[in-house]
């Protein structure tokens, strides 16, 4: 008889722990993380540590953003199971990394590397720094707000370069000078113009001026493309080749080559400019950048030894004195033309070429060559980029607000200077949550937005009118939840588009669970002849559950009923084991005792409608009789 008695005991265990797993799983497909983690733990604790219930114990924390509690569990999974999905190991290194484990998280990446070679996470993880991983950069999900400066004249304006809160850039806007016969425009001037404070005319230029050196400035030489260092004391820029007059200078050919000049600050603008020792009569030099630090300049030049039409190249600077420059490479230069070098504070280079891969002319390129050797060139594409010339790229890359310079249809001039600012592309998700029946609204629900991998990315409450907002990035799938104490959830799925700012209306209705005084959910169904809990009761009786614990005062009676068929002693007994059986797993739930009064099965001695015995019914009558109660006794708060 003992024997049996343990046996009994293992087999309902097995049983209940089985059903428990069930019940944990629902609340998951439904994003109630927390709630299933709870029982996914208790289930651990009573001895189900199965490969499912430790990686659903990760996914629970991970999904939260909670990576401390979910890399607990990811790792007790990897090293209980030897062939884990590897998407759990993924996650656990992205865990580790959260954590500083950088490490562990090496450790594990070379396994993830193993099983899955072909996957482009692995190659974007690796590196000489394993732990430093770089983030993607994609123009998903990125809007680029660009606008035609005011400040552009009918002539050509082009070049951005921006010092204590002025852009400096080239224009031919000067009638007075010279002609320029290759385009019919005059001679090139650098100008400078204040940037406003005004955020909403942010990038609109007032006072703008031309920028005077000592020497008489010419009207028929071109001047352009500046660069100034970070003490404000040093301006590099290019101009024509001149003699020592400041008279143009011609090769054999009748051209002028371009050459870099620096100038030194004074009390009243800018000194005697001076050309920088590596430029040459034979070739041109020009389009000079600062490296960050400003111990590099990065130019254009036509020089012998290139890759083609124009190169960019590099030179060190030491004080007054320069190295010997140096070729970019082929990975920057190509048989093309490569322009207008740029360093941002990232030391991320940007130029312009024709030889890659683009839209038509010259497009804009970006290439982390001065922090990687071996980094590829990429195409910042539109809207940057068009079927016209656009150069002369300026980004701060902390705000991510610059200018470049286009002469695509639309503007001003031959050439216009373009305002830019990226951000992400963001949309608002709003309603109004309301209880199912009242259509009141409810203030205080808590609402939140998952994403299409079931990770919570959001959360907020309602106000005083029940109305929500939560932010959102564009052209991504999520799903809405609502929730409150007493209420059962409600979620919708939305879509969102990939247009800015967008408005997405997501109304919620919570059903109430109070009614009455009773506390009312969907029916508890059994199987035939049987009274143990089946997963979707413990599911639905998770509701109780719920509101007994926003109730702790709360007292309830469980009552248990059956439609008329069957025998009348037949259906009382079984309607009590019911009611029994779902006290039962209440208290194992931690509800105490004394708050459940009683669990009585009434049979079918309490028929809401006329299908007693004989009578002929529906299955629906029949149905609205099987059911149970949880009658609310007292409710001290």
């Given at each position: 008889?003992?024997?049996?008695?343990?046996?009994?005991?293992?087999?309902?265990?097995?049983?209940?722990?089985?059903?428990?797993?069930?019940?944990?799983?629902?609340?998951?497909?439904?994003?109630?993380?927390?709630?299933?983690?709870?029982?996914?733990?208790?289930?651990?604790?009573?001895?189900?540590?199965?490969?499912?219930?430790?990686?659903?114990?990760?996914?629970c924390y991970y999904n939260n953003s909670l990576t401390?509690?979910?890399?607990?569990?990811?790792?007790?999974?990897?090293?209980?199971?030897?062939?884990?999905?590897?998407?759990?190991?993924?996650?656990?290194?992205?865990?580790?990394?959260?954590?500083?484990?950088?490490?562990?998280?090496?450790?594990?990446?070379v396994t993830f590397k193993e099983i899955?070679?072909?996957?482009?996470?692995?190659?974007?993880?690796?590196?000489?720094?394993?732990?430093?991983?770089?983030?993607?950069?994609?123009k998903k999900g990125i809007v680029v707000e660009t606008k035609n400066l005011d400040a552009n004249s009918s002539y050509s304006d082009f070049g951005g370069f921006v010092h204590e809160n002025k852009l400096y850039f080239a224009s031919a806007r000067n009638t007075e000078n010279d002609i320029y016969k290759w385009n019919g425009e005059p001679y090139l001037d650098i100008y400078s113009g204040e940037i406003s404070n005004d955020e909403e005319n942010k990038y609109e230029l007032g006072d703008v001026t031309g920028v005077e050196f000592d020497e008489v400035k010419r009207d028929d030489i071109h001047e352009a493309s500046?660069?100034?260092?970070?003490?404000?004391?040093?301006?590099?820029?290019?101009?024509?080749?001149?003699?020592?007059?400041?008279?143009?200078?011609?090769?054999?050919?009748?051209?002028?080559?371009?050459?870099?000049?620096?100038?030194?600050?004074?009390?009243?603008?800018?000194?005697?400019?001076?050309?920088?020792?590596f430029n040459d009569e034979v070739f041109s030099t020009g389009h000079p950048t600062l490296s960050p630090d400003n111990k590099t300049l990065y130019f254009v030049s036509d020089r012998e030894g290139g890759y083609g039409q124009t190169d960019i190249y590099k030179v060190s600077i030491d004080g007054d004195s320069y190295g010997t420059p140096e070729n970019l490479g082929e990975s920057v230069n190509t048989e093309g033309r490569e322009m207008f070098p740029f360093v941002a504070k990232d030391s991320t280079?940007?130029?312009?070429?024709?030889?890659?891969?683009?839209?038509?002319?010259?497009?804009?390129?970006?290439?982390?060559?001065?922090?990687?050797?071996?980094?590829?060139?990429?195409?910042?594409?539109?809207?940057?980029?068009?079927?016209?010339?656009?150069f002369a790229f300026y980004i701060n890359s902390d705000t991510k607000e610059g200018y470049f310079t286009s002469n695509r249809p639309g503007g001003k001039g031959g050439d216009d200077i373009y305002s830019l600012k990226e951000m992400p592309c963001k949309q608002m998700i709003k309603g109004v949550v309301r209880d199912s029946l009242t259509l009141m609204p409810l203030?205080?629900?808590?609402?939140?937005?998952?994403?299409?991998?079931?990770?919570?990315?959001?959360?907020?409450?309602?106000?005083?009118?029940?109305?929500?907002?939560?932010?959102?990035?564009?052209?991504?799938?999520?799903?809405?939840?609502?929730?409150?104490?007493?209420?059962?959830?409600?979620?919708?799925?939305?879509?969102?588009?990939?247009v800015n700012g967008e408005e997405n209306e997501v109304d919620l209705n919570l059903i109430p669970l109070i009614i009455g005084g009773e506390i009312v959910i969907n029916p508890i169904f059994f199987d035939f002849?049987?009274?143990?809990?089946?997963?979707?009761?413990?599911?639905?009786?998770?509701?109780?559950?719920?509101?007994?614990?926003?109730?702790?005062?709360?007292?309830?009676?469980?009552?248990?009923?059956?439609?008329?068929?069957?025998s009348d002693r037949y259906n009382m007994k079984l309607s009590d084991r019911r009611a029994k059986s779902t006290q039962k797993y209440l208290y194992s739930r931690g509800?105490?005792?004394?708050?459940?009064?009683?669990?009585?099965?009434?049979?079918?001695?309490?028929?809401?409608?006329?299908?007693?015995?004989?009578?002929?019914?529906?299955?629906?009558?029949?149905q609205a009789n099987r059911r149970s109660k949880f009658i609310i006794l007292s409710d001290n708060q």
């Open positions: 008889m003992k024997t049996k008695v343990i046996f009994t005991i293992i087999a309902l265990s097995s049983t209940f722990l089985f059903s428990q797993k069930k019940v944990a799983d629902r609340f998951f497909d439904n994003y109630a993380y927390l709630k299933a983690a709870e029982l996914y733990e208790e289930a651990v604790m009573k001895g189900d540590s199965s490969e499912h219930v430790l990686t659903r114990l990760g996914d401390q509690q979910a890399s607990k569990w990811y790792n007790l999974a990897l090293r209980k199971y030897e062939k884990v999905n590897p998407e759990y190991i993924y996650k656990y290194i992205q865990s580790q990394r959260s954590l500083g484990n950088y490490e562990e998280a090496d450790k594990w990446l899955q070679d072909d996957d482009s996470r692995a190659e974007e993880l690796d590196g000489s720094n394993i732990h430093l991983y770089k983030e993607l950069e994609s500046v660069c100034i260092t970070n003490d404000g004391n040093t301006m590099y820029f290019t101009r024509d080749n001149v003699d020592k007059r400041n008279k143009p200078r011609y090769d054999k050919k009748g051209t002028s080559h371009l050459k870099i000049y620096k100038a030194t600050k004074t009390d009243e603008g800018w000194g005697e400019s001076v050309e920088l020792p280079l940007y130029f312009s070429s024709d030889g890659f891969l683009n839209l038509g002319l010259l497009d804009i390129f970006k290439s982390n060559i001065i922090k990687d050797d071996s980094a590829e060139t990429e195409n910042l594409g539109a809207p940057y980029n068009s079927g016209y010339d656009d203030v205080g629900a808590k609402v939140q937005l998952i994403d299409e991998a079931g990770k919570i990315v959001s959360e907020t409450e309602t106000n005083e009118e029940g109305e929500y907002e939560i932010e959102a990035d564009c052209d991504q799938i999520y799903t809405v939840l609502g929730s409150m104490a007493d209420y059962k959830d409600d979620k919708k799925d939305v879509t969102t588009s990939d002849d049987k009274w143990n809990i089946r997963p979707d009761a413990a599911y639905e009786l998770e509701n109780i559950v719920s509101v007994m614990r926003a109730h702790p005062n709360m007292v309830i009676k469980i009552e248990s009923h059956t439609d008329s068929r069957g509800i105490e005792e004394e708050r459940i009064e009683s669990a009585i099965g009434y049979g079918e001695t309490q028929l809401v409608n006329e299908c007693s015995n004989g009578v002929s019914c529906s299955k629906e009558q029949h």
